[in-house]
């Protein structure tokens, strides 16, 4: 008897595991750039629908990778792959936020924003010409400054990013000289420096380093408080890397004419334009082998629209405007399962 009434309770439970799924988590990978919004969004959305989010905040590089793989259910880019490539490897590319890369310095007695460069001179350091803080370049930006001797220990990233596609993207565009010997990708050899794994990598050893330099999202930088630098736009406007300047620069953005909404937005012109902005994307199959992982993913993302803008511009990130939102709705139709149907429509 006693083993008879176990069985029926081992059927029972067994029974229940089948009858009531289990929300699974959202499994995500990729840039670095957006990972301090995904990770508020997650916590609040969490909270809400009981559904988590994994994401694993590994670079843009190692998101793609794990998409074409698909190991995970999205990946993650601040660089924005090629039409040519999205078709190639079946994906639906859609941004999700934009915000804006930063260069960071630690030197003593200098606070955020206290130091100005430009883009040629950014290019100069970044290809080992400009060696010390003192040097005539920054000091003609710096007259009413007193910088220190010290030498430039400048820091990279070590991994494929889509931060250093974005930097050497606008290095490019400001610097001939640059483009020519170093280019634009998300990972480059610069002849100078030390590199670092994530946006978190770059911002720990820009902090334990005196004299260094480093470029990251700017979320990093007010979080760690670290010295950002001012630019000088192509306008030739000095300015700070605040959420009104990352929104001018993306005041022009021509989102319909670019596969997947791939624009990148270096060196835009305007008065008060940081120019160094971005977005941020997203990569999905378009056939999904999973569609109810698929579908979690885009009602997170669907959700994140809805309520996330706020969140977003706390941490300094540009929302994306309410009709970039609604033609990126319209692009999940192409996500859909083994049977051929939409995913959100299942």
């Given at each position: 008897?006693?083993?008879?009434?176990?069985?029926?309770?081992?059927?029972?439970?067994?029974?229940?595991?089948?009858?009531?799924?289990?929300?699974?988590?959202?499994?995500?990978?990729?840039?670095?750039?957006?990972?301090?919004?995904?990770?508020?969004?997650?916590?609040?959305?969490?909270?809400?629908?009981?559904?988590?989010?994994?994401?694993?905040?590994?670079?843009?590089?190692?998101?793609?990778?794990?998409?074409?793989?698909?190991?995970?259910?999205?990946?993650?880019?601040?660089?924005?792959?090629?039409?040519?490539?999205?078709?190639?490897?079946?994906?639906?590319?859609?941004?999700?936020?934009?915000?804006?890369?930063?260069?960071?310095?630690?030197?003593?007695?200098?606070?955020?924003?206290?130091?100005?460069?430009?883009?040629?001179?950014?290019?100069?350091?970044?290809?080992?010409?400009?060696?010390?803080?003192?040097?005539?370049?920054?000091?003609?930006?710096?007259?009413?400054?007193?910088?220190?001797?010290?030498?430039?220990?400048?820091?990279?990233?070590?991994?494929?990013?889509?931060?250093?596609?974005?930097?050497?993207?606008?290095?490019?565009?400001?610097?001939?000289?640059?483009?020519?010997?170093?280019?634009?990708?998300?990972?480059?050899?610069?002849?100078?420096?030390?590199?670092?794994?994530?946006?978190?990598?770059?911002?720990?050893?820009?902090?334990?380093?005196?004299?260094?330099?480093?470029?990251?999202?700017?979320?990093?930088?007010?979080?760690?408080?670290?010295?950002?630098?001012?630019?000088?736009?192509?306008?030739?406007?000095?300015?700070?890397?605040?959420?009104?300047?990352?929104?001018?620069?993306?005041?022009?953005?021509?989102?319909?004419?670019?596969?997947?909404?791939?624009?990148v937005l270096t060196d835009e012109p305007g008065a008060e334009s940081w120019p160094i902005t971005n977005p941020t994307f997203i990569l999905m199959h378009k056939k999904s082998k999973d569609a109810a992982a698929a579908k979690e993913a885009l009602k997170f993302f669907e959700w994140a629209y809805a309520n996330g803008d706020k969140s977003a511009e706390e941490l300094d990130y540009v929302p994306l405007p309410d009709n970039v939102v609604a033609e990126i709705k319209k692009s999940w139709?192409?996500?859909?399962?083994?049977?051929?149907?939409?995913?959100?429509?299942?």
């Open positions: 008897m006693k083993q008879s009434i176990l069985a029926l309770f081992a059927a029972l439970a067994a029974t229940a595991a089948v009858s009531a799924p289990v929300k699974a988590d959202i499994s995500g990978a990729g840039a670095t750039f957006p990972y301090p919004i995904y990770a508020k969004w997650a916590d609040a959305y969490k909270k809400e629908t009981g559904v988590g989010l994994n994401y694993q905040s590994i670079g843009s590089g190692g998101g793609i990778k794990q998409i074409i793989a698909n190991t995970v259910t999205f990946g993650a880019s601040d660089k924005p792959l090629k039409g040519e490539d999205l078709d190639k490897d079946g994906l639906v590319q859609f941004p999700t936020v934009m915000g804006g890369i930063v260069p960071v310095a630690n030197l003593d007695g200098i606070k955020p924003g206290d130091i100005v460069l430009d883009g040629p001179t950014l290019a100069k350091i970044y290809l080992g010409e400009i060696t010390a803080w003192n040097d005539p370049a920054i000091v003609k930006l710096n007259p009413e400054l007193k910088l220190p001797s010290d030498a430039i220990a400048v820091v990279s990233r070590s991994d494929g990013s889509g931060t250093t596609f974005v930097w050497t993207n606008y290095l490019s565009k400001v610097s001939p000289d640059f483009k020519s010997k170093i280019g634009s990708n998300t990972s480059v050899q610069f002849p100078v420096g030390i590199g670092a794994k994530g946006n978190e990598g770059v911002a720990n050893n820009v902090m334990q380093t005196k004299g260094a330099i480093g470029y990251v999202e700017y979320a990093y930088a007010k979080q760690n408080k670290l010295a950002y630098t001012k630019l000088i736009n192509k306008d030739g406007k000095t300015v700070a890397p605040v959420i009104t300047a990352f929104q001018a620069a993306a005041a022009g953005a021509d989102w319909a004419s670019a596969p997947g909404m791939g624009v139709a192409e996500i859909v399962g083994e049977d051929n149907k939409p995913i959100l429509s299942n």
